[in-house]
């Protein structure tokens, strides 16, 4: 049974630092990039940040750019957002992605979800 499971979401202030994190379960960690995603309210879930399979650049999108770092632990099935200098435009849910192409066929694993708010 697939599982990713975030945690490390929260209130913080402008200014400050998150450290999300996000355990996966029931499949083959290495073989897939892992991707941060986040979501806000009336607005569409946007691709935040990536981290490649067999390593290789990460990705950011441009607004966090020098403030949020991915990494991934492959011995651990862990993967992890840095966020330093939150906005209050960070304010959103954040979801753990999984995503590999298996045999010629996608396969793509979400996790629940981590709320963050950015707010004085």
């Known amino acids: 049974q697939v599982q990713l499971v975030e945690s490390g979401g929260g209130l913080v202030q402008p200014g400050g630092s998150l450290r999300l994190s996000c355990v996966a379960s029931?499949?083959?960690?290495?073989?897939?990039?892992m991707n941060w995603y986040r979501q806000a309210p009336g607005k569409e879930r946007e691709l935040v940040a990536t981290a490649p399979s067999a390593g290789g650049s990460k990705n950011y999108l441009d607004s966090v750019e020098g403030r949020f770092s991915i990494s991934r632990d492959n011995a651990k099935n862990m993967v992890y957002l840095q966020m330093n200098s939150l906005r209050p435009e960070d304010t959103a849910v954040y979801y753990c992605?999984?995503?590999?192409?298996?045999?010629?066929?996608?396969?793509?694993?979400w996790g629940q979800g981590t709320q963050v708010t950015v707010s004085s």
């Open positions: 992605n999984a995503f590999a192409w298996i045999a010629f066929q996608s396969r793509s694993y």
């Open positions: 029931g499949f083959t960690f290495n073989l897939y990039a």
